[in-house]
């Protein structure tokens, strides 16, 4: 159901916002996907697909706006910089 959210989904963004103090300080994106899969059992580009979702989805979970800047951008970061996947 859109706009539907779940407590995995706050999980989710609580988990990027204990490392958003991190990401502020950081130009180069500090690595806590080591810390993704046993936290929530998805790989590191699920998780950051689905918090960009969440994020950008409405209804958003309120967050500072400058949280969630940092976020997005850890986000897309993760993404873009993930190798594709070749499928045969």
Same mark, same amino acid.
């Given at each position: ?31 806590? $996907? ?29 967050? $500072? ?24």
């Amino acid at each position: 159901m859109p706009g539907h959210r779940t407590s995995d989904d706050q999980r989710l963004v609580e988990f990027a916002l204990r490392w958003a103090p991190i990401v502020a300080l950081n130009d180069n994106f500090p690595d806590f $996907d080591e810390y993704i899969l046993p936290e929530f059992g998805l790989h590191p580009k699920v998780y950051y697909r689905r918090l960009l979702t969440l994020l950008l989805t409405p209804p958003s979970p309120r967050l $500072d706006p400058s949280d969630r800047q940092h976020i997005i951008a850890l986000c897309q970061h993760k993404l873009d910089a993930t190798p594709p996947t070749i499928c045969s």
